[in-house]
């Protein structure tokens, strides 16, 4: 079974450093000229899939845009994620799951056992009930070749309250989560299943990334205000393990397929540049 982190790595590689998000915001459906309904959100999925899904690395879903209609909504969840897979593009479901470790144990089999109906390639996770607590995900994500990506430092700026927050020892509860999802991805080659995600938005923050050895997922960038010049302040010497991510400033050239493959293209060029330079 090939891992996640070899997976994501062949992708890049052979697609470019990038995730587009299918966040399909009531704004943006209007903007399209759909209605705000289970029909439009299924146009604007398939419209994002069909542009990018043979073209882009990663293709991130937001669970919480198809959740709003229900199980319809879900449905369409199922479909797109389908879809995508059948182009080409690894999925990555943003769920941010986290509860305790017999829960955990079941939306695992939920994203990451492969005879799930959601099944995709990797999920988001929150470890505020202890990253030990993820561990049920891990674990089936290591046995089916699937990855999870670990909120550590998020893009929005209320996250930093609890995220810099220092514990006992003195590190921030942040570098707290660095830390152990460093110990899980030691040794990996080419490169760790387990993630984090740490927005491109936070500035230097002096965290250490160093030692990683997994993807780290930089949503912020566009509509949050990042630009590709953040990264390298945000990662420094880790800049080579980021997947920069964007999701209505790519939208936003939608519905028509070559405007938003004009848009992907015009990211994954920004990004190749600002994570090159970082050489
Ligand atoms: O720290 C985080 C974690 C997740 N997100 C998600 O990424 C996209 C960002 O959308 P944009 O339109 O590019 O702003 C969205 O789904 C968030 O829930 C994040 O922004 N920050």
């Known amino acids: 079974?090939?891992?996640?982190?070899?997976?994501?790595?062949?992708?890049?590689?052979?697609?470019?450093?990038l995730c587009v998000g299918i966040d399909p915001h009531p704004g943006l459906l209007a903007r399209w000229g759909l209605d705000d309904d289970v029909r439009g959100l299924d146009?604007?999925?398939?419209?994002?899939?069909?542009?990018?899904?043979?073209?882009v690395a990663v293709i991130k879903p937001q669970s919480a845009f198809f959740e709003r209609f229900g199980?319809?909504?879900?449905?369409i969840l199922e479909s797109t994620i389908r879809q995508l897979r059948d182009a080409g593009s690894l999925v990555l479901l943003d769920v941010k799951r986290g509860d305790i470790?017999?829960?955990v144990a079941a939306y695992a089999?939920?994203?990451?056992?492969?005879?799930?109906?959601?099944h995709v390639d990797a999920v988001t996770a929150s470890p505020y009930l202890g990253v030990g607590a993820l561990a049920p995900m891990f674990e089936l994500a290591a046995e089916h070749g699937g990855g999870v990506f670990v909120l550590a430092l998020t893009s929005n700026p209320e996250g930093a309250a609890v995220q810099r927050a220092r514990t006992a020892d003195g590190r921030t509860v942040a570098q707290t989560v660095i830390d152990e999802i460093s110990q899980l991805n030691a040794g990996a080659q080419p490169l760790g299943s387990v993630g984090l995600v740490v927005g491109a938005t936070i500035g230097d923050t002096g965290h250490d990334l160093s030692a990683v050895n997994g993807p780290l997922l930089a949503p912020g960038l566009g509509a949050q205000g990042a630009t590709a010049a953040d990264l390298r302040v945000v990662f420094g010497s880790a800049l080579p393990?980021?997947?920069?991510?964007y999701s209505r400033e790519v939208l936003g050239a939608g519905p028509d397929p070559d405007a938003l493959r004009a848009a992907a293209?015009?990211?994954?060029?920004?990004?190749?540049?600002?994570?090159?330079?970082?050489d």
């Open 101 to 103: 470790g017999s829960t």
């Open 71 to 75: 199980s319809k909504g879900v449905a």
């Open 43 to 55: 146009r604007f999925a398939r419209t994002v899939t069909e542009a990018l899904g043979d073209r």
């Open 1 to 17: 079974m090939e891992s996640f982190g070899a997976r994501l790595h062949r992708a890049v590689s052979e697609r470019g450093p």
């Open 265 to 278: 293209d015009r990211a994954l060029t920004g990004c190749r540049a600002a994570l090159a330079a970082g």
């Open 241 to 245: 393990a980021v997947l920069p991510s």
């Open 109 to 118: 089999s939920a994203y990451l056992d492969p005879s799930s109906p959601v």
